[in-house]
């Protein structure tokens, strides 16, 4: 199993930044992908962006690109969502989520930590 703990959310006004962290444990060695997903309210869950632990690339989807980096730290075993420009529209309960290597789903998923972008 592998457990996720999210934090850095909040109320934030337009334009302005937050950084979320998730920071993993439990059998992490059986993971290769994490990412953070968004839910709004009345909207689907959505992918925002992932990493891979070993790799130095990244994917974002369309809306967080050039405003939203995510990156880890390997050694400490978290991932970070840097947050910045913020709209209302990115008003969201962020989850952090792991893929396993050998299923290839994402299977653990972490308790959601609430972004409010106010305008």
């Known amino acids: 199993q592998v457990q996720l703990v999210e934090s850095g959310g909040g109320l934030v006004q337009a334009g302005g930044s937050l950084r979320l962290s998730c920071a993993a444990s439990?059998?992490?060695?059986?993971?290769?992908?994490m990412a953070w997903f968004r839910q709004a309210p009345g909207k689907e869950r959505e992918v925002v962006a992932s990493i891979d632990w070993s790799g130095p690339y990244a994917y974002y989807a369309k809306s967080a690109k050039g405003r939203f980096t995510i990156s880890r730290d390997n050694a400490k075993n978290t991932v970070y969502l840097q947050l910045n420009s913020l709209k209302p529209e990115d008003t969201a309960v962020y989850y952090c989520?792991?893929?396993?290597?050998?299923?290839?789903?994402?299977?653990?998923w972490g308790q959601g930590t609430q972004v409010t972008v106010s305008s």
């Open positions: 989520t792991a893929r396993s290597s050998q299923t290839h789903e994402y299977m653990y």
């Open positions: 439990g059998r992490t060695f059986s993971t290769d992908t």
